[in-house]
């Protein structure tokens, strides 16, 4: 396991909350940022602040080539062949809308097929849905196994010669499940289909190779990853990003405007709209190259060990429920539950009263509540600043909770 070390670069771990000290359990949601991390947007606001690509000054230069250099750093995270493969938005949702409305609105028609699963969050699925209403192709969905899980088989089963687009998350966002991306590209591409992957539970745990997945889309945020909020990035192979039509128009992703008529810049710019997200890029550099000292690997064999520890322990309270993989090899630091005769957003509060951060509601993900036959869940998701004296925590707020509304009830 990580070093309890660790939790020493966030310093907002270092507070109570209603008389407790902080346990943070809803990295699902957002990450804690790194001293590192914020110290890298401070000194560019102090010393680098400019526009980008415009000026011929000093700071505009110092602040293009942290921006441009954020762009390298991302691409070598995820092994891109080129930076132009890169396009920075303002997170996972813009990015799949991206996908949707500019190489799906030019390559999907009437009678085609777009399949995505029942464990999508919801920026997986309206897009591809609004996509369907307007040319008429139909939406289908690949049935989960009993342990909320993928089966090759059923992926095999819906995938059909009509299907040009499979859009699949790589790790849910509730039941932890790590999806077996690359086969299921293998897949789509023996259909023709196009394989849209989305990353944002996966890029801070896992170590992400685009080549060797050959997905043909990467969508991801930098919020979820030690970065800032309002940052994300969109990966497409590059041949596929040539061909399609930016979706934002405005300064920036120009090269020539007449009266009538305009011409785009090369790749990425082309995509990139309006000033950039300087700050936020700049900040997802800094957290790139801080988990990387840590190690993907070690992270994600950190939250393995985490989850297990955490099904074992939660499971001796009595009426905990927990969804998703019982194999925690095939989960990542996500366990998702309920209490017996308790709402979870009971729970959360009680939880919250002893200082123990979790998420309550839907997440996102009503179509898989729905499969789960309930309304809503709690959920308890670690990163690599999370020890399992924070599991202990929970697992005595939970028997907390449950003592608490016996009482009363």
């Not at 990450?31 to 980008?52: G, L, M, R, T």
């Not at 399949?115 to 307007?134: C, D, F, G, R």
């Not at 939250?303 to 194999?327: R, W």
Request: glycine letters at 8%; hydrophobic letters at 40%; charged letters at 20%.
């Amino acid at each position: 396991m990580l070093s309890k070390e660790i939790q020493s670069y966030f310093p907002i771990l270092n507070q109570e909350i209603n008389g407790h000290p902080l346990v943070y359990l809803d990295s699902g949601a957002t990450s804690q940022k790194p001293v590192q991390v914020i110290e890298a947007i401070k000194k560019y606001y102090e010393f680098e602040n400019s526009n980008v690509h415009r000026g011929v000054h000093t700071l505009g230069n110092r602040a293009t080539e942290s921006y441009e250099g954020a762009r390298e750093k991302v691409r070598k995270f995820i092994n891109a062949k080129s930076t132009q493969e890169i396009i920075f938005t303002r997170g996972t949702t813009t990015s799949l809308n991206t996908v949707a409305q500019s190489y799906g609105r030019a390559n999907v028609k009437e009678g085609d097929e777009i399949v995505i699963t029942h464990m999508e969050h919801h920026s997986n699925i309206i897009p591809w849905q609004q996509l369907a209403k307007e040319t008429g192709a139909t939406l289908k969905y690949i049935d989960l196994e009993a342990d909320g899980t993928l089966s090759l088989e059923k992926v095999r089963a819906t995938i059909t010669d009509k299907t040009k687009i499979v859009s699949i998350v790589y790790v849910s966002n509730v039941l932890g499940t790590m999806n077996p991306i690359k086969e299921i590209t293998q897949i789509a591409h023996e259909h023709g289909a196009i394989m849209v992957v989305d990353g944002a539970q996966a890029a801070p745990h896992l170590k992400l190779d685009v080549q060797n997945l050959d997905c043909d889309f990467l969508a991801f945020s930098g919020h979820k990853m030690c970065g800032p909020t309002g940052i994300g990035v969109l990966y497409g192979k590059q041949e596929l990003l040539e061909n399609m039509e930016p979706i934002e128009f405005g300064g920036e992703m120009i090269d020539f405007v007449g009266l009538y008529e305009s011409t785009w810049k090369e790749l990425p710019w082309k995509f990139e709209g309006g000033t950039p997200i300087i700050a936020g890029a700049i900040g997802l550099a800094a957290a790139i190259d801080f988990l990387e000292e840590i190690g993907l690997d070690e992270i994600e064999q950190h939250e393995h060990e985490l989850a297990a520890i955490a099904m074992e322990k939660m499971s001796t309270v009595n009426g905990v429920t927990i969804y998703g993989p019982v194999d925690p090899s095939k989960r990542a630091g996500i366990v998702t539950f309920n209490l017996d005769e308790v709402h979870p957003h009971d729970v959360a509060t009680v939880l919250d009263m002893n200082g123990i951060a979790v998420r309550a509601g839907h997440h996102c993900a009503q179509p898989l509540m729905k499969w789960l036959q309930c309304t809503a869940t709690a959920r308890a998701s670690f990163y690599l600043y999370n020890t399992e004296e924070d599991i202990d925590r929970l697992v005595a707020g939970l028997r907390t909770a449950k003592e608490y509304f016996s009482d009363v009830f």
